[in-house]
């Protein structure tokens, strides 16, 4: 008979507790895979993500130039492309990831006032709804149905645009060949590129399919290139480094063509770089304490069986077997199944990253089978032979007498002093890792404590087991005294309570630290979105969308928001203008109840006069008693269209006596407002002067005007340095009293503001004194605007931490007394919208002129944010946990098949000598009950307590922003399902440990078998 027959015959023969050790070794093979696996497969996740989240024209490529008739932008196209062709074709991987260019050309044109752009792109036709033609002949152009019924113009009609310079330039005529409606402005094929901004001064682009038609004037601006988008799901890890490098050739290589290459895809990168380093640097470090963990159950795995197999060792001694070949015949069955388990571990390793990919990471992304996932399986080979070998070592060396006793040994001296080393490398290790909490090594810290805590745990169960069997021998109660003696007679039971110890610290601060990160990314992405959908759209000023809102959603279910950055003291100060009748309903933040936001809302809009509306003139009733001979003066009226500068209207000279004086407000529209009234010289001049007069009645087309003349406050002289003395008198008449020699109109303003724009500040005031309860800031305008603090916030939804909260609508009014909101570039337009706006809303507001440019939910920031790098990692630490209890939940199924032959023998013994069954069931599970419950509660403790003591310092939603103070909320979250599921498995583990010693009948005492 062979060696090999002699194995196999073995493994058949204990068919139970090989069946264990193969899924020992195939969970431990399996751990080791995972890390590799599983950390490249979510740094590709990450790349992919990031590619895909960023816009279409950050990561593509934009070559071409911008210019006037002698620059590189009259190139033809074709130039440009074979130019281009010609460098990719050195560069087979950029080419690869690069999707078809779309060729543009544009230039800026006008009609009458109105601006607009007149572009090429290719294919545009199939990317509009027209109503008629859309020709390729020179000379014919599309315009939008909304340019062409703000301007009157139709299908067939002529329409002269000015090409180049204002003051040069050339006019060309173009027929009118079709209206389009875009059908989706904000697809990635539009690059960049604004072509439909619908506003009142810069009406949509003019598409022609004719290259020539846009460089017709060499003196024009025209800006020629091809875009190229990135195929980002072709772009791998290994591809990055060369991408950078091609890109960079790139540029350089047309640089001397006059073409310039365009792109953020470099920026983008480095992005995601900070993500990829930290998932490479926290993946092996999780990774560590599962490695250890199999190894030592490997070790415990090889120990025990070795122990089992002491007879059958002795024989092989006493029948002049030698060391080496005794030592193969004790350790053969164990290896083979190590290396049978070797191919299966692999491809389960890989199989679970496969599974874990689909159900986690970006689309597309999948287990990479690359070398270090061999060298992972190859090691963790390795590692299982030498712990087969340390571990056989003591059993091996025992002379025969010792191998063929029944009573198992007492645990030396050895492993005393072992557990006292392990002991003693954990706490040091833990002190470092608590002293620097943000470093990767902190995720170490939970199973160092664990190691510290189950050693602890298996000495605290051993010195209670010992007292216990005393009592109950005293006591003689029999469950009790069976259950101890066991506890107090298995050695290998200290090294089962460390290891499910461990485990279960493993899984608990896993599941804590994800329910704890879960709620974090909750909350991220609600004060980052700020609403359950936030539109990003392009309006022609702040009253136009909220105006253009009102009327898509009457039941107030989405506001406007106007935004804007300043920077006080070299930190950005973020400025958000809301709808604050409506914040309650849409806003989503974060610790705040819809109570608490009304009622921050009400603060943020205090009772305050309504706007004096005019129509298409207006009249002041006015008495002068006395007036000056020298200069002569002036009546003016400031009045301002939404978004438009204010004007002054000249109203009249003044004469004494009392009269109407009268003036037609040219271009007003409904919502033109009064901003107050102004007395100045008629001719200029700095003569000095002193004049009073009493505004007695304001009167529009549509009525006379509710002006509020004897209310104290409501008019106020406009202060300014050196300016002229001004005097107001409330009373049934304005009395206004002008001084002075300033050659500026005295200007008295009707106050619909309040003093101080009321504000919700987060962070500290943008002045000297950061609990300043008042501050100075520009918002909507140049001029530095009066806040008063309202209410503090640690944050604010969608602004964050530093930032100024305050009404659109009192904003606004205050920014157009001096200044446009129409030409303001550094306004950003959002509508915010809540779950029951209508479904149509985007259409609504494309209707009203409001472009949406992009749209943001909070479900889509959670799901980013799931598949960014700290999420990724504890994915990963819950996989791990997972196989930490799967080894422990092995390692209690193969202690109770190790000697089962010799234990079913004791319990049959008992039974006949008189013990009940019923005592001898209670009694193992009373042994189990101890052996598994305490390990579990200081495993469970040793974890949660783990995470509440580390989790402030390890970033939890974004790298290198640590989770600080969190909140536990407990709930139907990973820490009670992995509680449930692991007393369900060591429950099942028992109740399979109760089946198998259920055997134990009195045949099994025949010939003495055991």
Known sequence: MTAWTVMLRGIRYRAGRSFVVFILAVTATTAAVLAPAYSRAAQQSVLTDGLSAASTDATGLTVGAKGTGDSAAFMDLAEIRLAMNAVLDKDALLADRLDRPVAAIDTEVTFGETGAKLAYRDNACTRLTIEGACSDNPGEVVVSKRTAAAHGLK???????????????????????????????????????????????????????????????????????????????????????????????????????????????????????????????????????????????????????????????????????????????????????????????????????????????????????????????????????????????????????????????????????????????????????????????????????????????????????????????????????????QLARRPGGQRLVVVVTVAVALLSFAATAWDVAATARRATAEETVGAQRVLTVNAAHPSALAEAVSQADPGGHSMAAVRASQRFDNSPVELIGVQADRLADVAVWSGHSRAQVADLAGRLHPRAADPLRLGRDLTAEVSVDTLPPKPALRLAAIVANPGQPPRTVT??????????????????????????????????????????????????????????????????????????????????????????????????????????????????????????????????????????????????????????????????????RSASLADNGSLRYEVWVASGAPADLDQRLEAAGVQVLGTETIDGALDRLARRAPALGLWLYLLAGAAAILLALGVVLLTAYVGVRARLYELAALRVAGVRSGQLRRSVFQEYRALLGLPFLVGLAAGVVGAFVMLPGIPLVTVGQPAGSFDLRLGLGALPVAVGVTLFGLLLTVLLVLRLLGRATPLRLKDGAQ
Not at 392 to 407: I, K, S
């Open 155 to 485: 299908t067939g009609d002529p329409l002269t645009l000015h090409l180049g310079p204002r003051t040069a330039g050339r006019d060309k005529t173009f027929t009118i060949t079709g209206l389009y409606t875009p059908t989706d402005a904000n697809a990635p094929y539009w690059g960049r590129t604004a072509y439909f901004s619908g506003s009142a001064e810069t009406g949509d682009a003019l598409f022609t399919m004719s290259e020539e038609d846009v460089r017709a004037d060499p003196s024009a601006t025209v800006s020629t290139r091809l875009e190229y988008p990135l195929l980002a799901s072709r772009v791998h890890l290994d591809d990055v480094a060369r991408l950078r490098e091609g890109v960079q050739i790139l540029g350089d290589q047309l640089r001397g063509q006059e073409l310039e290459v365009t792109t953020s895809l470099p920026a983008v990168l480095r992005d995601v770089d900070a993500d990829q380093r930290a998932i490479a640097r926290t993946a092996p470090i999780i990774a560590v304490p599962l490695l250890l963990l199999c190894w030592f159950v490997l070790f415990l795995l090889v120990a025990s069986l070795t122990e089992e197999r002491g007879p059958e060792i002795a024989l092989a001694k006493l029948r002049g077997y030698p060391a080496g070949r005794a030592a193969r015949f004790g350790l053969g069955e164990v290896v083979l199944l190590t290396a049978a388990a070797l191919p299966v571990g692999l491809v389960a390793g890989l199989a679970l990253v496969e599974v874990a990919a689909d159900a986690l990471l970006a689309p597309g992304v999948g287990v990479e089978v690359r070398r270090p996932v061999f060298a992972a399986a190859g090691i963790a080979f390795a590692a299982g032979l030498v712990a087969a070998l340390l571990a056989a070592r003591q059993t091996l060396a025992r002379p025969v007498l010792g191998l063929l006793r029944r009573v198992p040994e007492r645990g030396g001296w050895r492993a005393g002093v072992a557990e006292g080393i392990a002991v003693a490398l954990a706490a040091a290790s833990l002190v470092a890792a608590v002293s620097d909490r943000g470093s990767p090594l902190a995720l170490l810290a939970p199973p160092l404590l664990a190691v510290v805590v189950g050693v602890g745990a298996a000495r605290l169960l051993s010195i209670w087991s010992a007292a216990r069997l005393r009592i109950a021998r005293r006591r003689g109660r029999i469950v009790p005294l069976l259950a101890a003696a």
């Open 651 to 816: 109203l009249g000279a003044l004469t004494k006596g009392t009269r109407s004086y009268h003036a037609t407000l040219t271009g007003c529209t409904a919502e033109c407002r009064l901003i107050g009234l102004a007395v100045g010289r008629a001719a200029g001049g700095s003569d000095p002067f002193s004049v009073t007069v009493a505004v007695r009645a304001l009167t529009t087309d549509a009525g006379p005007l509710a002006p509020g003349f004897d209310l104290a406050g409501r008019w106020q002289a406009r202060h300014s340095a050196g300016g002229a003395q001004v005097t107001v008198r409330a009373g049934a008449a304005l009395g206004i009293d002008v001084s002075g020699s300033d050659p500026a109109d005295a200007v008295v303003e009707h106050v619909d503001t309040p003093d101080a724009l009321p504000a919700v500040l987060a962070g500290g005031a943008p002045t000297d004194d950061a609990e300043a309860a008042t501050f100075a800031l520009p918002g909507f305008s140049e001029q530095p605007q009066p806040f008063t603090v309202a209410a503090r916030a640690d944050s604010l939804p969608r602004a964050g931490r530093h930032a100024v909260l305050f009404d659109l609508d009192y904003a606004t009014r205050m920014a157009e």
